[in-house]
């Protein structure tokens, strides 16, 4: 059963507290959460990419302790995030697509009100979820909003300070002005940084920087890096996006360092969905987004607090973005509430003895009035059972065999009828033990 936002979550602040107190001689640490957007899995130094550079997360990466095969639970943008926040799967929050369905004959963008009106309602199962965010909150963090962020106002959500207003007749549809964060400026996250000196108070920061997301617009120092060695233009100017954005996590880590809080800081890392770059269109996708794909699902995942968890290079256990909310609870001496059922990262021996992960896949738009059917624009469910995947829509079922087939090019599903029928009652299982929570 849900924590509603009342008295539960306050008795569960109460006993969390209790537990990080008990250890008097430990210091809460500080976690900054780093959420790339758009970024294909292996394109990263770290990952073996031959021409991109990310000094500033090789560094980051080599400390901690990196799972090389994350998923996330979505492969778009607002339905990865609310579970990031929540440590549920799309069709558990609600959030299964990035905007409502407007009825015949409007657009949000000429229908405002209507479209504010809509928002809400499509937020509000989400507003009845407990996200990690509050449970920090509850146990005196300070908690900065930063990049993207899509339900309504952060501070209704465990937020003490943000960025983004929120507010989607003012613009505030997927971050507003908190997608100025690493483009523009840092300042918000220093300071938040500053104040936590000041009072004494732990920090976390949501730091989900619109990059290497379209526009590919980085500077071009960094364009001219690339142009003569990517294929094309378009994936020139994708790269330097990525490297922006190593360069910004970089400015991140210095100032910690220099401001004496990086060593008790913990620095979290995850994609909220893949990206290839359309060779012949700018700011375009091809075979990844919004696809069940291993180029639109799969992403590195890290956890580093270096000098106190040792580190870690695992290539074959299972991670997912589902694991993030419980991770960051954990580390920070906080029990999860009972429905964060992701697994703590840095215990490699629980990942290693799990066997599957779960995806949902549904339309960009959803329709509110149908939403308790989870069938309902659904494009695909996903499941990965140690190195096979079943990838099932509405109309087809695809079996990859991912050690010999990484790219999930070679449908087996017509020789392995058998281990199809297998991973296929493993996701009406799922579905089951996991049904909506509104």
Not at 145 to 171: C, I, N, S
Not at 244 to 261: R, S
Request: glycine share 6%; hydrophobic share 35%.
């Amino acid at each position: 059963m849900l924590f509603k936002k009342s008295g539960t979550l306050a008795m569960l602040a109460i006993v969390a507290c209790s537990t990080v107190n008990a250890e008097t001689e430990i210091e809460r640490p500080n976690v900054v959460f780093l959420l790339s957007d758009d970024q294909a899995w292996n394109d990263y130094g770290f990952m073996g990419h031959e021409h991109i550079q990310t000094p500033n997360l090789d560094k980051l990466a080599a400390a901690g302790m990196l799972y090389e095969r994350g998923y996330v639970t979505a492969p778009l943008c607002r339905p990865s995030l609310a579970s990031l926040a929540t440590g549920l799967y799309p069709h558990e929050t609600g959030i299964r697509g990035n905007d409502p369905v407007m009825p015949k004959g409007t657009h949000r963008k000429t229908h405002l009100e209507l479209f504010g009106e809509l928002r809400k309602k499509m937020t509000a199962p989400f507003s009845e979820c407990t996200t990690f965010i509050e449970v920090l909150k509850e146990n005196g963090y300070l908690t900065l909003q930063t990049g993207k962020w899509w339900e309504e106002d952060p501070l209704d959500h465990g937020f003490t300070h943000a960025m983004t207003h929120g507010v989607a007749t003012a613009g505030g549809r997927h971050g507003d002005v908190g997608l100025r964060i690493g483009r523009k400026t840092i300042k918000p996250i220093t300071d938040i940084a500053d104040k936590s000196k000041v009072t004494g108070q732990p920090f976390f920061i949501w730091y989900g920087v619109y990059l290497p997301h379209s526009p590919h617009d980085a500077p071009d120092r960094l364009f001219n890096k690339y142009k003569g060695i990517a294929p094309d233009k378009p994936t020139a100017k994708y790269w330097a996006n990525v490297e922006w954005l190593d360069e910004t996590c970089g400015q991140i880590v210095d100032y910690l360092k220099k401001n004496n809080q990086y060593e008790n800081t913990i620095f979290v890392f995850t994609c909220d969905n893949g990206w290839v770059q359309n060779p012949n269109k700018m700011n375009s996708s091809i075979r990844s987004k919004r696809q069940p794909v291993e180029a639109g699902i799969r992403t590195p995942i890290f956890i580093t607090h270096e000098g106190t968890l040792q580190p870690l290079r695992d290539t074959s256990s299972l991670a997912s973005n589902l694991d993030i909310a419980t991770t960051i609870l954990k580390a920070c001496g906080i029990e999860p509430p009972q429905e964060m059922k992701g697994l703590d990262l840095r215990d490699p021996e629980a990942l290693k003895e799990r066997d599957r992960i779960f995806v949902d896949v549904y339309d960009h738009d959803s329709d509110l009035e149908k939403r308790k059917d989870v069938k309902d624009g659904y494009k695909a469910f996903v499941v990965i059972d140690g190195w096979y995947k079943l990838i099932q829509t509405p109309s087809s079922k695809e079996l990859f065999n991912l050690k010999t087939d990484p790219d999930d090019r070679n449908n087996l599903a017509s020789t392995h009828p058998e281990k199809v029928d297998y991973l296929s009652k493993l996701l009406d299982q799922w579905l089951k033990e996991t049904p909506p929570r509104y």
